[in-house]
């Protein structure tokens, strides 16, 4: 039997949210995206700065570094065990346009569609806590490849890419994802290694 998932964990439910920010604030700050989606766990918190990256505010330079630090201090207080996310201010307060992040998520709303529809629950065995700390380091080592793979065009998205399917995988419990997302992770940092050192 297909498990229904949480309405408020699917991807269309984070777009959502971030847009309903976007009708109310002139600026969405980097601090506003954490504490809109902090109480549903750490997998959205993962998913959704990556997911931004990904889609057309990743081509501001800074902003993939941006979010990188963003995303490597929460992976890193997960792995502490603080359910309070602590960001610095010179990150909290960085902020972009309402009307990029209406684009932003009008052009991933398709991606939305397809990827509630097909991932749901299951296997969660592979997204159990342990594994899930385990993800998060790997987030942290993605994290640090960002800024220098600035350098490189489009080169950020290797590790983000990676990023949002982990945290993805952990927002859905999904352990078939897990699995997809742990492949991803290893070929992004071996990837993004020989980017670094070839460039």
Known sequence: MEIPMPSDQSVNALLDTLNDRARHEAQVSVGDVVSDIGDRGLGPLLFVPALLVISPLGAIPTVPSLFAVAIL????????????????????????????????????????DRLDAVFRPRLEVLSAPPVQKFAAVLVAVLCLMVPPLELVPFAALIPMLAIALLGLAITLNDGILMAIALVAAAAALIGGGWLLISA
């Open 73 to 112: 201090l929460i992976a890193v207080q997960s792995l502490f065990g603080q359910s309070r996310i602590w960001l610095p201010q010179m990150v909290r307060e960085r902020s972009v346009e309402d009307q990029s992040i209406h684009h932003a998520t009008d052009r991933l709303r398709p991606w939305a």
